[in-house]
Structures are given as C-alpha cells and as structure tokens.
C-alpha cells in the first residue's frame, strides 16, 4: 500500500507547474536582468505546453535536446506532455545546455522533477546538464567526431534560444564558419547545431523571431534549414507583446514544428495564429508546401498566408510583371549616418548647409521639411568631408526602413520634390530608403505612381506576410515586384489630377492600372 501511494503523489508531481514558479520568482530577481543580456527570454507555461503538444509521437527511447534551456520549462513541458500520453515513451534522456551558472539549481530542480514525474507512470529518465556555451560545445563536438565515434543523435528537439546578434571576429562565429554554418544571429545558430544533431525522423519545435523568415542576413540559413527539415507546422502569434509579455519583447515569435528528413519530396503544412499563446488559434489552414516557400525562389523565403485575403495578396504580387531593373529604377538606403558626421549637423538650414531628411519628415505621401518641434537636425553642412552622403537636387520616392509598433502601415512612402523645399543638393538619413535613377532624379510621372504604388494597402499587407520586425530594406524592396514602367506613369499622371486622395482611392487608381480584381 505504501509503494502505491508513494507512485501516486510521483504522478501526481507536475514538473511544468514547478519550473513557471521558479520562472515568474525569477522575473522578480535581477537574474532577469542577467538574462535579458544574454539575449535569453524564459518561456511562459502556455507557451511551453503548446509547443511541447506539437510534437506528433513520443514514443520508444527518447533523447531529447533542449539548448539554451534556462530553468527546464520546456523539457518539464515535453515530459509532462510524454507522460499524460496514452502511447508513452520507453525512456527519456535528456541533454540541457544551458550557459548561465545562475540557472543551474532551478535547471537541477526541474530534471529532478522530471524523474519523479516519469518513475510515477513506468518511464525511465536521465538528464544531463551541461554549463556552458551551446555553440562551442556542440561545434567541438562536431570538429572532434572526425577522429572519434559519433555521439547518438536526439529524437526530438525542443527549443527557445538566445536572441541576439553574432559579432563577425567572435569567437562562435569562427566555430560556426568552421563547422560550416553561417549565420548571424545566436538563435539561428542554435537551430542549425541542433539540426546537425538530429536523426533522421526525429522532431523539432521551437520558438523564435520570425526574422528569419525573410531577408539577405538568413538566406544561407534558411537554405541549409529548409534543405534539412520539412516545415509540419508554423504558429505565429500577431502580437509582439504577449508571447513573453513579461520580458517586453517586441519582435514577433515564430513556433516552427518540423522534421529531420533527407527526402527531396514536401507536402502540406499547417499554418495558424493567435493573438496570445493561451487562446484558440484564430486562423489555422492547411496549405500546399509551395505556398509557404516557393521552390523557384532562391532565397527560399518563408510566406505565412494566414487567410484567403492574404493568399489573394500574394497572387496580386505575383502577377506584377517587372523587376526594378525592368523599369530603370533602383533602391538605395539613405547615406547619411548622423553620428558619424554630427558635428556638421545643423537644427536649421543655413547658407553653408542643404536639407537633411529623415523618417520623421515624411507626412501624408509628401515631406514636411523643415520639421518643427523635432529633435532630429534638419540641415547637413555641405563640404567635402560629406560630399560623397548627399544626392543632387531632384524628385526621389523616399521609404522608412523602420516603423514604430504603433504604426498602421508596415510601409510608408512619400515623393521629395527639392522644388518643394528650395535646394541643390540634399541628405537622406540613413533610416530611409530612396529610389532613384542611376543616383540621380526620378521622372514626375513615375515617382508619384511609384510612391502610390508602394502606398497601396495590397503592398503593405504583402510586406506583412513574410516581414517579421518592422523593418523595410532596400533588399526587401529590390524583391518586390511592380507595375510596368508606363503603368506606373500613367498612375503618377492620375496621382497629379486629384491630389486629394485617401487611401481608398489610391488603392483603386492603382487596381484599376494593373488589373487587381
């Protein structure tokens, strides 16, 4: 009878329960504060037992890889999901890495719990927590197996990893090169070495930005991910806040289901979203695999079409028939990097200084230029120390590279006109992008019906698809692709008819020119 009742209360031992008191006490410490640093944010309960739900079998012997594991809320969430399972696994091993020393006896805690958990229902558990740089340990293991035998593969990955950028002579970008992964962020990293460590067959799920999405920085990346796994599911939550509402993180979070597979053939995936990770999925489809990442498309870019509007978005973008090399045109990030040249920076345009324009100058698809009650200067003295960051007078589409989270639109053009503002030359801030014609001026007609173009609510919600941050590139803009050169004309030329146009009526001018339905 003793023996029962003691395997009753092991059951009964929840070990997510335990590892989200130690993670919301730790929010209270200045261990946060530590963390934060790292670039490490702990995952929620809900978050944990979502992602650990998506993992389609949990069965025989399972070696589990949790990287950046922090306090265990994942592997506690993995374990608690294996053991309530009607098909439970033989046995669980599993291997936390984790480089704060900090989180080591809550880390200790939670496997210790795991144990309890496991013994109660028949399962066999080990764990192993390894203090210490996830990247220098597993890419020496990796250098190490070319004379050694090979260590087994994981089963199953469960992840939220650190995030944050790679300094170029870091030490773990040298690793990473050397064991042929370029990225350069620490959560893409992380992905990478755990797919290298993965069996063929086994699963994967974590949580991350969805900036890897998308973009030139994660296209070798997301090349050698997509080369190696195939994508089973991807939940995106629509607000940046509340997936780790108490850490303040902005960029919005990607979970991404997958499995190891070295068949060349893809199926379906399932997408869906929700606003916060304890509700029911607001949207969920299932989509051919083509949809999501187009197998003509060399940088293999991730599309998340989450309802029939947005597929019928992307279908508008598709159609459009010309590159910006088509049409004569090209892209450029603003020259100007104001800290590198504040000394010649003005608050007011004098007779030794030309215009300065940055993000905060664009209004209403034209500029208020200068600018009143800005901190921003508003005049860069023209001399030869900043010759080479200014462009001649002319009329150039200017758009924001960065929007604030507050903002309704993702992409915001406007048409600087220097006849507007009384110049020969002019700076554009670096915060902004500008179109231009080999450097030089745009014609009227086609800047006006390019910067309409880029203002349609179609381009913007385009940009939402596969943007995960709240940045537009020059990269992502030499992407897209537009109207022919006499259809933007011909908008422009409508543009300059009816000035005052609201956003209904700039987003017909534009359907009716290129045959949106």
């Not at 963390?35 to 944990?48: H, K, R, V």
């Amino acid at each position: 009878m003793a023996t029962t009742t003691a395997k009753r209360k092991t059951a009964e031992i929840n070990p997510l329960i335990n590892a989200e008191a130690l993670r919301q006490a730790l929010g209270e410490d200045s261990v946060a504060e530590h963390q934060s640093q790292l670039g490490q944010f702990l995952s929620p309960l809900p978050i944990a037992e979502f992602m650990a739900s998506l993992f389609p079998t949990i069965e025989g012997n399972v070696r589990l890889l949790d990287p950046g594991a922090g306090i265990g809320s994942l592997t506690a969430a993995f374990v608690e999901e294996a053991c309530g399972r009607k098909r439970k696994p033989v046995s669980i091993d599993v291997s936390a890495y984790e480089v704060d020393p900090r989180m080591e006896s809550g880390l200790n805690r939670t496997l210790s719990d795991c144990a309890k958990r496991c013994q109660g229902v028949g399962v066999r558990f080990t764990g192993t927590i390894i203090i210490g740089d996830f990247i220098e340990t597993m890419a020496t293991k990796a250098t190490l197996q070319l004379f050694e035998e090979p260590m087994p593969a994981f089963t199953h990955v469960i992840m939220n990893p650190p995030y944050r950028k790679i300094r170029s002579n870091s030490i773990s970008r040298k690793l990473l090169s050397h064991s042929g992964i370029e990225t350069s962020n620490l959560y893409t990293a992380f992905m990478a070495l755990a797919v290298d460590a993965m069996k063929i067959g086994g699963h994967f799920v974590s949580i991350t930005p969805r900036s890897f999405c998308n973009g030139p920085y994660f296209k070798s990346f997301r090349k050698a991910f997509l080369n190696a796994m195939h994508l089973d599911r991807l939940h995106l939550f629509e607000s940046r806040r509340d997936a780790f509402s108490d850490d303040n993180v902005l960029q919005e979070n990607i979970i991404v289901s997958a499995t190891r597979s070295d068949e060349r053939s893809r199926d379906r995936v399932a997408i869906s979203s929700s606003a916060k990770p304890c509700e029911t999925p607001s949207s969920n489809r299932i989509v051919p695999y083509d949809a999501v990442v187009s197998p003509s498309d060399p940088d293999q870019f991730i599309h998340l079409a989450m309802d029939d509007n947005a597929d019928a978005i992307a279908a508008r973008i598709a159609r459009m028939p010309a590159s910006l090399p088509d049409i004569g045109i090209a892209v450029s990030t603003g020259r100007v990097v104001d800290f590198r040249v504040r000394k010649h920076l003005r608050a007011q345009k004098g007779p030794d200084s030309v215009p300065l324009i940055y993000p905060c100058n664009l209004c209403a698809g034209g500029i208020n230029w200068p600018k009143e009650k800005t901190k921003k200067s508003q005049a860069i003295i023209d001399c030869e120390e900043t010759a080479k960051q200014m462009v001649d007078a002319g009329i150039y589409v200017l758009v924001k590279r960065f929007s604030t989270k507050e903002e309704a639109r993702r992409v915001v053009a406007a048409v600087f006109d220097s006849d507007s503002v009384g110049c020969e030359r002019v700076g554009f801030e670096n915060h902004l992008n500008f179109f231009h014609t080999g450097g030089s001026s745009l014609g009227r007609n086609i800047a006006f019906g390019l910067g309409a173009y880029l203002n349609t609510s179609t381009v913007d919600g385009f940009f939402r698809q596969f943007n995960g941050h709240t940045q537009v590139n020059a990269s992502d803009l030499r992407k897209l692709k537009y109207p022919t050169r006499d259809q933007l004309i011909s908008i422009g030329k409508k543009l300059l008819r009816n000035k005052k146009l609201d956003q209904a009526d700039v987003d017909k001018i534009v359907a009716n020119e290129v045959g949106w339905d």
